[in-house]
């Protein structure tokens, strides 16, 4: 499966984004899908991830209250939604796909085997 990230941005702190994973290729309802973000200088951390089939979700402390990921198998998509956005929140966030027989979805990048070329979020203060 290939993934296509996209809706980075410039925004100011409290604003909002919506980024977006576009997939082609393979059954993408036999995956779940995680999203990833590295800042400058740190490493790749977790952000959310959704089950392949939507019954299941899980994010990072600093995402509970202000991100919401979805998905929609038709289309072939899966979004977060990001608000309240702060400064430390700049990174480029990467989209993750890893096959699954089942609800479940994990929170390590070795659960995930392909990844998309990421977006740039930038957060001004």
């Known amino acids: 499966v290939q993934l296509q990230a996209c809706g980075g941005g410039l925004v100011q702190a409290g604003g909002s984004l919506r980024l977006s994973c576009a997939a082609s290729?393979?059954?993408?309802?036999?995956?779940?899908i995680g999203w990833f973000r590295q800042a400058p200088g740190k490493e790749r951390e977790f952000v959310s991830g959704?089950?392949?089939?939507?019954?299941?979700?899980n994010y990072a402390d600093f995402a509970k209250g202000r991100f919401t990921i979805s998905r929609d198998n038709a289309k072939n998509t899966v979004s977060l939604r990001m608000n309240v956005l702060k400064p430390e929140d700049t990174a480029v966030y990467y989209c993750?796909?890893?096959?699954?027989?089942?609800?479940?979805?994990?929170?390590?990048?070795?659960?995930?085997?392909?990844w998309g070329q990421g977006t740039l979020v930038t957060v001004s203060s």
């Open positions: 959704i089950s392949r089939r939507g019954g299941s979700s």
């Open positions: 290729g393979g059954t993408f309802s036999d995956y779940a």
């Open positions: 993750a796909a890893g096959w699954r027989w089942n609800e479940y979805v994990g929170s390590s990048s070795r659960d995930f085997m392909h």
